[in-house]
């Protein structure tokens, strides 16, 4: 059974910086086709970083590609999200998602077939 789980969500001042982790446990996954999203209340999710792995690329929300660094392990169990000089605007909840190998990786795609149950990151000014 796959699951995946996030942590590293806090409340902090613009301009501030946060580490996202998520825990991934299970072994449908394909560790090279992972990313993050984040939900407003009342909106939809929005793919803010993924992992693509054939060619190996990353894709970031362009709001955030200078600021956000995806990265994982060695071992792809652990998938981090840095969050730089954050803004208002990155107030949300944060979840990661992973691939089953069965599926294809889409550049930029935000299907996954994975999700964990998210971080709450809040930044005020």
């Known amino acids: 059974q796959v699951q995946l789980v996030e942590s590293g969500g806090a409340s902090v001042q613009v301009g501030g910086s946060l580490i996202l982790s998520c825990a991934v446990t299970g072994n449908d996954i394909n560790s090279a086709c992972m990313g993050w999203f984040r939900r407003v209340p009342g909106k939809e999710r929005i793919l803010v970083a993924k992992f693509h792995p054939s060619p190996t690329r990353t894709y970031y929300l362009p709001s955030v590609e200078d600021r956000f660094s995806l990265s994982r392990d060695q071992a792809g169990s652990t998938l981090y999200l840095q969050m730089n000089n954050l803004k208002p605007e990155d107030t949300a909840e944060y979840s990661c998602?992973?691939?089953?190998?069965?599926?294809?990786?889409?550049?930029?795609?935000?299907?996954?077939?994975?999700w964990g149950q998210g971080t709450q990151v809040t930044v005020s000014s």
């Open positions: 998602a992973a691939q089953a190998p069965s599926r294809p990786c889409i550049f930029g795609s935000p299907d996954f077939t994975y």
